[in-house]
């Protein structure tokens, strides 16, 4: 081996391996096996799929499709408003789980059942709620009103709302906990001493809980906008991009392309939302690996 | 007894008004999911709120795989068990080691790899399906296990060597040193020194592993399509392939898909808030 020639002075510029002490020679064996799954399953498939997408004869294609421009107006209305509508709730609920009250506790359990059962079974028990014919909500509508319920998920602008909803449902949880965390890492003597003061509910938001939190929350914002891009199941077990493909987003769009055997749309699909992801990815980054 | 004052009165009110639609909201889509299980299909089907006969009746069927959409019933769970513990393990070997390697022996370009890492963590998994699914074809593994496996391995371990890179980095490097005067060499320090002191991290990480594979639907139901091949949450996904889908039995095999990820979560919730939270984001 090289590394036990590396005692021979006489040899200038000694090959690279005969400089390494044999624990980085351990540091490269240790760190081969992730490198070796990285290379096969994201270096190679992404290459791969970029030269598949490379034609501009498939940026035209989706260009004229008017599923693509739906699906990425879609997204836009999946990040830009529900992200934010569901940040805002859990930042307002991590505040109410921070209070110190038994009941609250018990209730911090059950919260988080939905981010700990799988999604499967959830999305689809909500999608048969609102069942037009059978679902509970317009058997109770009937009962009430003695009209028939309207044809929930029939309706574009519903479905995408509810699919939003089976979003929020889900994920809000996980983030109300990191933001309690975030709010409970505030010293509790500036509110204390804001309370003397006699501050009122909103100046202490205002003042002490906002400035303390604002990263963490931007923060969770943008990682939840980056997560959400890929959340497929929301709407495809909800809607399945239906009614006539009007409800897609990129995700599920990618791999409608894909079981339409259009591999290279899907890459392009995929290529166009790159502008927007790679910034967002590039901050984040940036903000971790500090 | 104190009586409490008209102003506790009012908070306590104030904060019920909150944590009651908290519970229906959470509660409602779960509760529905249970009323299905114990319902026989016309009360199910008929919007009760708690069905005149409750039965386990669906839970027999289910158990005695006596419906087309449930014939393979157990040998799909056993699929969904062996990918998911597969992808723990592996999970948990590859990120380990990589974490190891990056934050205690100071590989050369292990900053590099760390962010080569954090970058696959942060592309979104939807996304990277498409071309996954194509070059699980050229490899020859569609329709295998190990293609699920492998593209979860993928999907996991970037999250798993940056949590366990951060915990390594808070233990001390005297420890390290210690040993190496001892003459312990590169190894036994790894085996002795370093797995025990990242038991927390470690069980963490491959409950997460282990959840995420368990939990899986696209990549599952991209890459498997064969009845005795697939895992369960492709198998529920099938059931809408029909027009008059059993749902009764749908919701059945669905809660007692449920029940183990949500008994593992709260077994081992202590680990997941720390060890979890600490590295989804650091503030």
């Given at each position: 081996m090289a590394i036990t020639l590396s005692?021979?002075?006489?040899?200038?510029?000694?090959?690279?391996s005969s400089r390494l002490s044999p624990a980085q020679v351990w540091g490269i064996v240790l760190l081969a096996p992730y490198l070796l799954v990285f290379l096969a399953f994201v270096v190679y498939p992404v290459c791969y799929g970029l030269w598949l997408a490379r034609a501009p004869s498939n940026y035209v294609a989706l260009y004229n499709d008017p599923i693509f421009a739906r699906a990425a107006v879609n997204t836009l209305i999946f990040l830009v408003i529900g992200i934010n509508i569901k940040m805002l709730i859990a930042l307002f609920l991590s505040g109410f789980f921070a209070q110190q009250r038994t009941w609250i506790k018990w209730l911090s359990v059950i919260f988080i059942l939905p981010w700990a059962v799988p999604s499967i079974p959830t999305i689809l028990s909500v999608r048969f709620m609102f069942?037009?014919?059978?679902?509970v909500i317009n058997h109770l509508i009937f009962s009430f009103t003695g009209d028939d319920g309207p044809n929930?998920?029939?309706?574009p602008t519903v479905a995408l709302s509810m699919a939003i909803g089976v979003h929020i449902w889900k994920s809000l949880p996980f983030w109300t906990l990191i933001l309690i965390t975030g709010r409970l890492a505030i010293a509790q003597d500036l509110f204390e001493a804001a309370e003397v003061d006699g501050a009122s509910w909103w100046q202490k938001f205002r003042f002490i809980t906002w400035p303390s939190m604002q990263t963490l929350y931007i923060t969770c914002t943008l990682l939840s906008m980056i997560w959400t891009l890929g959340d497929f199941n929301s709407v495809y077990l909800l809607t399945?991009?239906?009614p006539a493909d009007l409800t897609h987003v990129l995700s599920t769009l990618g791999i409608r392309y894909l079981r339409l055997d259009q591999l290279s749309l899907a890459m392009a699909s995929i290529v166009c939302a790159m502008p927007f992801v790679l910034p967002l990815v590039y901050f984040m980054m940036k903000r971790l690996s500090r | 007894m104190k009586l409490p004052s008209l102003r506790e009165v009012a908070t306590e009110a104030r904060l019920l008004l909150i944590g009651i639609p908290v519970f229906l909201w959470t509660m409602i889509p779960i509760y529905h999911m249970f009323l299905f299980a114990i319902s026989p299909k016309e009360d199910a089907f008929s919007g009760?709120?708690?069905?005149?006969h409750p039965t386990l009746h669906n839970f027999t069927i289910v158990f005695k795989q006596q419906h087309y959409f449930l014939r393979d019933f157990y040998i799909q769970f056993w699929n969904s068990t062996v990918i998911a513990v597969s992808v723990g393990v592996l999970t948990l070997f590859i990120a380990t080691a990589a974490a190891f390697s990056i934050?205690?022996?100071?590989?050369?370009g292990g900053r590099a790899v760390l962010n080569l890492a954090l970058f696959t963590y942060f592309i979104p998994a939807a996304f990277l399906a498409v071309p996954m699914y194509r070059t699980m074809g050229n490899y020859g593994?569609?329709?295998?296990h190990w293609s699920l496996i492998l593209a979860m391995v993928t999907i996991a371990s970037p999250y798993a060597i940056w949590v366990l890179k951060q915990a390594s980095d808070k233990l001390p490097v005297e420890l390290d040193e210690a040993a190496v005067m001892d003459g312990a060499t590169t190894l036994q320090i790894f085996r002795l020194v370093y797995l025990p002191l990242m038991m927390p991290s470690l069980v963490a990480i491959g409950t997460y592993a282990v959840l995420l594979a368990w939990n899986e639907y696209l990549y599952a139901f991209l890459l498997l399509s064969n009845d005795r091949e697939i895992t369960l949450p492709v198998a529920l996904g099938n059931f809408?392939?029909?027009?008059?889908?059993p749902w009764e039995l749908l919701m059945t095999t669905g809660f007692i898909y449920a029940l183990p990820p949500a008994a593992v979560y709260y077994a081992f919730r202590r680990y997941m808030v720390g060890g979890l939270t600490a590295g989804a984001v650091k503030s």
């Open positions: 005692g021979d002075q006489s040899i200038p510029a000694p090959p690279l069942n037009p014919e059978w679902g929930w998920l029939n309706d399945g991009g239906g | 009760k709120l708690w069905p005149d934050s205690r022996l100071k590989v050369p593994l569609l329709n295998n809408l392939a029909a027009d008059d889908s």
